[in-house]
């Protein structure tokens, strides 16, 4: 077995698995986020259930733990951008899939999270420092479409084509592009839900179109 990629791997799956969203909640409303809402762990639903600010240090918590998990892995494999590539996925696999978040029901184990979209932004930071410059459009895009789902992979397709077009242009390797391509499979299967819900016209508005749906809602 070669530690030099399981190693980075397996740290980089625990990083993300860290529950920064129901930390959050928990200390500053005593409430668990998992059975709020969405039950997510990630920034939108900590902002349904505890609050803007809430939302936004959870996000930023996010971002911090995937660029903590690839610059781990290119601490321990300067050298193999696979090794690098391998970890982002993996950080946003734990965000999505955390072991600290075992659930059983119906006899059946499953692991609760996020959606990865803060994450994989966090982890392709350091594989490409211009990806910083999509953190705040996360927001400026779920907060202008209404929908959080639609933001998260649209901001995950940025990713990618920015990866892509540095691979082609000489100035990034091919394993990070395919990192943004495994990022952003792991974020359609996590927002499998949501898109079933959109496809159906049943999602659930954010931002500025919530506002202008609820006086509506409420006549």
Known sequence: M????????????????????????????????????????????????????AGALTAIGDVAKGAAAVLLAQRVA???????????????????????????RDGRLRLRGGAGG????????????????????????????????VATLSVGLLAMAVFTY??????GPWAYAAYGLAAEILMVLALRPNLIRLSRGEERLVGWRARKARPAKEE
């Open 166 to 171: 540095r691979a082609l242009a000489g100035l």
């Open 2 to 53: 070669n530690w030099a990629i399981v190693g980075p791997a397996l740290l980089a799956y625990l990083i993300g698995s860290l529950p920064i969203g129901v930390i959050v909640v928990r200390l500053t409303t005593g409430k668990e986020v998992l059975d709020e809402h969405s039950g997510r762990t990630g920034g939108t639903n900590v902002m349904r259930t505890a609050g803007i600010w």
């Open 78 to 104: 300067p050298e193999e951008p696979w090794v690098h590539a391998v970890a982002g996925a993996m950080a946003v696999l734990g965000h999505n899939h955390s072991i600290f978040l075992p659930d059983l």
């Open 118 to 149: 803060a994450s994989s932004v966090g982890a392709g930071i350091p594989m490409a420092p211009v990806v910083a410059l999509l953190v705040p459009l996360g927001p400026i895009l779920m907060f202008g479409i209404g929908y959080a789902s």
